[in-house]
């Protein structure tokens, strides 16, 4: 199941290149949401026979594949990673039927996005060092050219910006990940195979630095952030959603996955460090967002925020501040791609995203009043107001994380106050008052235009009124998670 679930997307991608005639947007379009949902089905398929109450690896597949350098193609998918493949095989085929019709090159454009899918599944489920780092890089190229060819004004600036840093950051984890298995004579690069934890403290810290440093540029963490802000900004509205919905979601992963696990020692060590590197990131990408004028820009903010949560919950490694980190990847993918969209109808509609022209979108009979309320929504979701998933997954890892590390929690809860800050102003500023006679004829804004971010505000609200439907998943992997580093902490100490 779980190499269908790769190849499909790749099977994607050749259908759409080697289509034989050439082919219109509308068309290709049509094509790449058939085969998108595909993808999403088979995953939901994976699912339903998943068994929740197991909390080891699934559906795992191994063979031998260069056998003199250890490495393996070996998958299996746990409480960790399914919750990211549902929302990765979700938000695909939300930033496909987000595409404009009339996009150029459609056939080159799709099979990059296919190309996009099939690097994050296959990280996803690597239960190989190797093989992760290899899917983890396939990732690069496709969303450089999406960025660089369909992107804004400083489009090449903000993709070589991106390139850079993921090129460093992939630089640092391949080191970390070869010192592990070098340093430790572990037989092969398989997970379970793994022995660093037997390392020196030294050691294991110094592999741990590569590991962090690396997954937080792609988190991103401050002060390696500055390459987000950019590439949101001048990224097409889908691909703003696959990246601030999906692809950050590898950085935050890798940390639990990799950091967390294999080096338990180092991270119990460093453990009070990353969670005063959360404060700062949360506090500096709030006080950040509030000084944007670019709607755009301030939701990229908000993400840089947000994601410092996720880095506290696993700093703390509790069985409850690592399931609501997991709650928290999932929330701020929808929360986060569902502002993405509004802010791009916005600007398709208004032909601005500048707070200093915007005003009184919110208009009954000129503006945008459906579109407004669905922002209102998505900053109250951001925000953490109760009844919505961004509330139970940051009440979790508060809850979680408070018993570990009381200072830092309170001021990462500062934090959820300054997001209500921000997103005030985004509100008051774009949608209240008189509306701007600078934008004073907007098109109409059909359904088409709001529907994924509709789907995404009734995923928001269930899963916020019964977030049981998504802890169910992962309660026995976090305990397993968990355990493990713990037991392997006793046999080092003895």
Same mark, same amino acid.
């Given at each position: 199941?779980?190499?269908?679930?790769?190849?499909?997307?790749?099977?994607?991608?050749?259908?759409?290149? &080697?289509?034989?005639?050439?082919?219109?947007?509308?068309?290709?379009?049509?094509? %790449?949401?058939?085969?998108?949902?595909?993808?999403?089905?088979?995953?939901?398929?994976?699912?339903?026979? &998943?068994?929740?109450?197991?909390?080891?690896?699934?559906?795992?597949? %191994?063979?031998?594949?260069?056998?003199?350098?250890?490495?393996?193609?070996?998958?299996?998918?746990?409480?960790?990673?399914?919750?990211?493949?549902?929302?990765?095989?979700?938000?695909?085929?939300?930033?496909?039927?987000?595409?404009?019709?009339?996009?150029?090159?459609?056939?080159?454009?799709?099979?990059?996005?296919?190309?996009?899918?099939?690097?994050?599944?296959?990280?996803?489920?690597?239960?190989?060092?190797?093989?992760?780092?290899?899917?983890?890089?396939?990732?690069?190229?496709?969303?450089?050219?999406?960025?660089?060819?369909?992107?804004?004004?400083?489009?090449?600036?903000?993709?070589?910006?991106?390139?850079?840093?993921?090129?460093?950051?992939?630089?640092?984890?391949?080191?970390?990940?070869?010192?592990?298995?070098?340093?430790?004579?572990?037989?092969?690069?398989?997970?379970?195979?793994?022995?660093?934890?037997?390392?020196?403290?030294?050691?294991?810290?110094?592999?741990?630095?590569?590991?962090?440093?690396?997954?937080?540029?792609?988190?991103?963490?401050?002060?390696?952030?500055?390459?987000?802000?950019?590439?949101?900004?001048?990224?097409?509205?889908?691909?703003?959603?696959?990246?601030?919905?999906?692809?950050?979601?590898?950085?935050?992963?890798?940390?639990?996955?990799?950091?967390?696990?294999?080096?338990?020692?180092?991270?119990?060590?460093?453990?009070?460090?990353?969670?005063?590197?959360?404060?700062?990131?949360?506090?500096?990408?709030?006080?950040?967002?509030?000084?944007?004028?670019?709607?755009?820009?301030?939701?990229?903010?908000?993400?840089?925020?947000?994601?410092?949560?996720?880095?506290?919950?696993?700093?703390?490694?509790?069985?409850?501040?690592?399931?609501?980190?997991?709650?928290?990847?999932? %929330?701020?993918?929808?929360?986060?791609?569902?502002?993405?969209?509004?802010?791009?109808?916005?600007?398709?509609?208004?032909?601005?995203?500048?707070?200093?022209?915007?005003?009184?979108?919110?208009?009954?009979?000129?503006?945008?009043?459906?579109?407004?309320?669905?922002?209102?929504?998505?900053?109250?979701?951001?925000?953490?107001?109760?009844?919505?998933?961004?509330?139970?997954?940051?009440?979790?890892?508060?809850?979680?994380?408070?018993?570990? &590390?009381?200072?830092?929690?309170?001021? %990462?809860?500062?934090?959820?106050?300054?997001?209500?800050?921000?997103?005030?102003?985004?509100?008051?500023?774009?949608?209240?008052?008189?509306?701007?006679?600078?934008?004073?004829?907007?098109?109409?804004?059909?359904?088409?235009?709001?529907?994924?971010?509709?789907?995404?505000?009734?995923?928001?609200?269930?899963?916020?009124?019964?977030?049981?439907?998504?802890?169910?998943?992962?309660?026995?992997?976090?305990?397993?998670?968990?355990?493990?580093?713990?037991?392997?902490?006793?046999?080092?100490?003895?």
């Amino acid at each position: 199941m779980l190499s269908t679930l790769i190849l499909l997307p790749l099977i994607g991608a050749a259908v759409i290149v &080697f289509y034989p005639t050439s082919i219109s947007g509308k068309t290709a379009r049509q094509i %790449s949401l058939a085969i998108a949902g595909m993808i999403f089905l088979w995953t939901v398929l994976l699912t339903i026979r &998943f068994d929740p109450n197991q909390g080891n690896v699934q559906f795992t597949e %191994s063979l031998i594949w260069i056998d003199v350098l250890g490495l393996n193609y070996r998958l299996g998918v746990d409480g960790l990673s399914l919750p990211l493949l549902l929302l990765n095989g979700i938000l695909t085929v939300i930033a496909i039927y987000s595409t404009d019709e009339s996009i150029q090159r459609p056939k080159f454009y799709y099979s990059l996005i296919f190309l996009l899918s099939t690097g994050v599944i296959g990280a996803f489920l690597a239960q190989d060092l190797l093989l992760f780092f290899l899917f983890y890089e396939l990732e690069l190229i496709p969303l450089y050219l999406l960025i660089a060819i369909w992107g804004g004004i400083r489009k090449g600036y903000a993709a070589t910006k991106f390139l850079i840093y993921t090129a460093l950051s992939g630089i640092l984890i391949l080191a970390s990940f070869l010192g592990m298995i070098w340093l430790s004579h572990s037989p092969s690069f398989a997970l379970e195979t793994v022995n660093a934890h037997t390392l020196p403290l030294t050691t294991q810290l110094l592999l741990l630095a590569g590991i962090i440093i690396g997954f937080g540029i792609k988190i991103p963490l401050v002060p390696f952030h500055t390459w987000l802000p950019d590439a949101h900004v001048e990224a097409s509205t889908p691909i703003s959603v696959l990246l601030a919905g999906v692809l950050l979601k590898l950085g935050t992963y890798g940390l639990v996955r990799f950091g967390m696990n294999l080096l338990p020692q180092a991270w119990e060590y460093a453990a009070p460090t990353l969670a005063t590197w959360a404060v700062i990131s949360v506090l500096f990408g709030a006080s950040c967002a509030i000084a944007q004028k670019d709607m755009k820009k301030m939701v990229a903010y908000s993400s840089i925020g947000h994601m410092g949560y996720i880095l506290l919950a696993t700093a703390a490694a509790t069985p409850l501040s690592v399931l609501g980190a997991i709650m928290q990847m999932v %929330s701020h993918g929808l929360i986060s791609a569902m502002l993405f969209l509004l802010v791009g109808v916005v600007y398709k509609k208004a032909g601005s995203r500048d707070l200093e022209v915007l005003r009184g979108l919110l208009n009954p009979e000129r503006g945008m009043p459906v579109v407004g309320t669905l922002m209102i929504l998505g900053v109250m979701a951001s925000a953490g107001i109760p009844g919505m998933v961004g509330f139970i997954s940051e009440f979790i890892i508060f809850r979680g994380s408070y018993e570990v &590390f009381p200072v830092q929690t309170l001021l %990462s809860m500062v934090g959820t106050g300054l997001t209500a800050v921000y997103f005030l102003i985004l509100v008051n500023r774009a949608f209240f008052g008189r509306l701007s006679p600078q934008v004073v004829r907007l098109p109409r804004v059909y359904l088409s235009d709001r529907l994924p971010a509709v789907v995404l505000a009734g995923l928001i609200i269930i899963l916020g009124i019964q977030p049981s439907w998504l802890t169910h998943w992962s309660q026995a992997t976090v305990q397993v998670s968990v355990q493990k580093p713990a037991s392997q902490l006793t046999q080092v100490s003895k």
